[in-house]
């Protein structure tokens, strides 16, 4: 596979905001990246919304930020500041704005970046089924036991890959909520899974992209995986792991 490079100044997609910014689009081979230059004064609910169409963001961003300041205001309330040399995952439904009299400058690698500042009248990419999968997500993360009981089914299995003591197949629900609290022992409840893509037929069948972390004995392990769902109805039934460092995962949970 060959080299490809491209100047995201020179070759990138520029996306002009109503007012006090612009934010450019650039690829090369399999990496997109949206560079953003936020003024002094601008805010996502006056400078993007008209553009957006939408009450708040509804972009997830996975970014990193190169100089200035920034707050966000997420939908619940909930505010954070990110400034130089911070790294960040911001969910959709956020309004965010410049904070002092440096310009903002952020790069953003997410794959739903793609979509930011451009122009409305496309719908929601997501289908019933990922829109589950990314409810399923959200409740792992966060322990919600009754969520997760509302996407998988009764007799759900889920496969797990490997040779390590976690390895085999879990059926029905209570063995495979099991099988969570065994991930939350085993590494103090760091164990996370965070969703990076997701991926549908439209017909029951999606698959995800997420990076795991977790910390055990003192050593903190960061690798990615995937699931491939099939859904009846509304329900999760079948939930088959992948991995993309498998001897690695099980020689962290050997």
Request: hydrophobic residues 35%; contains cysteine; negative net charge.
């Amino acid at each position: 596979m060959g080299t490809s490079i491209s100047n995201i100044e020179r070759d990138g997609e520029t996306r002009t905001f109503a007012a006090h910014g612009h934010a450019v689009l650039g690829s090369a081979g399999g990496l997109t990246l949206l560079k953003g230059t936020f003024e002094p004064g601008w805010r996502w609910s006056t400078d993007i919304a008209p553009v957006a169409g939408t009450k708040s963001c509804q972009v997830r961003h996975l970014g990193y930020i190169v100089s200035g300041r920034m707050q966000v205001q997420l939908d619940d309330g909930t505010l954070s500041s990110i400034e130089g040399g911070d790294i960040f995952d911001l969910p959709a439904g956020h309004d965010a704005w410049v904070v002092g009299d440096e310009p903002c400058v952020m790069v953003d690698y997410s794959s739903e970046a793609t979509r930011y500042a451009a122009t409305p009248g496309v719908g929601s990419s997501d289908d019933v089924y990922m829109t589950l999968v990314k409810r399923g997500y959200a409740a792992f993360n966060s322990g919600d036991v009754e969520t997760l009981r509302s996407v998988l089914s009764h007799d759900v299995t889920q496969h797990v890959p490997g040779s390590s003591p976690l390895a085999g197949g879990y059926k029905g629900i209570e063995a495979v909520l099991g099988y969570y609290g065994n991930l939350a022992q085993l590494t103090g409840g760091t164990f996370r899974a965070d969703l990076l893509n997701v991926f549908s037929d439209g017909h029951g069948h999606v698959t995800s992209v997420h990076q795991m972390t977790a910390t055990r004995g003192g050593t903190t392990r960061v690798s990615r995986g995937g699931i491939l769902f099939t859904f009846l109805g509304e329900r999760a039934t079948d939930l088959l792991e992948v991995r993309e460092d498998l001897p690695g995962d099980d020689a962290f949970f050997a």
